[in-house]
């Protein structure tokens, strides 16, 4: 059983001059014509087995609350909310406050402290006709 399985000229033999586990000079290094595991290809652009790229940048740790320039996007959803809600049933008790936050959320946006006008704005406008159909339900029902 000292006969290598490998064949002639592989292995570690103190007569062979050759490296370990290395083929006879002028063949291929691997199948293939791929070279050793461990040695650089030689081709640019890749980095050498077994290098890593750096780590990813870490996020910073969460905190508690907003950052100091939070958006005011809340006061145009809660006008679009309020704005709905006065003209399906609320009336008067909706319709005011969607005019008042929606008037505020359209200066927020000016502003640049949201980014939610458009909502604040239909916000608004709705509010306006839940306020003018609950005025115009009040006076026909006291016109009665």
């Known amino acids: 059983m ?8 592989q292995g570690a033999d103190p007569n062979n001059p050759q490296q370990p586990n290395q083929p006879p000079a002028g063949q291929p290094a691997q199948p293939g014509g791929y070279p050793p595991p461990g040695q650089p290809t030689g081709q640019p652009g890749y980095p050498a087995p077994g290098a890593y790229p750096p ?5 910073p740790a ?4 907003p950052p100091a320039g939070a958006s005011k996007n809340n006061l145009g959803t ?3 909310v309020l704005g709905i809600l006065s003209i399906v049933c609320f009336g008067l008790l909706a319709g005011i406050p969607a005019i008042i936050l929606g008037n505020k ?3 927020a946006a000016a502003q640049g ?3 939610n006008r458009g909502a604040a704005q239909a916000g608004f406008i709705l509010g306006i006709i839940g306020t003018v159909f609950s005025i115009i339900g009040i006076a026909y ?4």
Do not use: F, H, V
């Not at 000292?2 to 000229?9: I, K, M, R, T």
């Not at 780590?55 to 996020?59: E, H, I, R, S, V």
């Not at 029902?141 to 009665?144: G, K």
């Open 55 to 59: 780590p990813a940048p870490q996020y």
């Open 105 to 107: 959320g359209k200066a």
């Open 78 to 80: 809660w006008a679009l």
């Open 62 to 65: 969460a905190g508690y609350g």
């Open 2 to 9: 000292s006969e290598n399985p490998y064949g002639p000229g």
């Open 141 to 144: 029902q006291l016109s009665r």
């Open 113 to 115: 402290l949201a980014t």
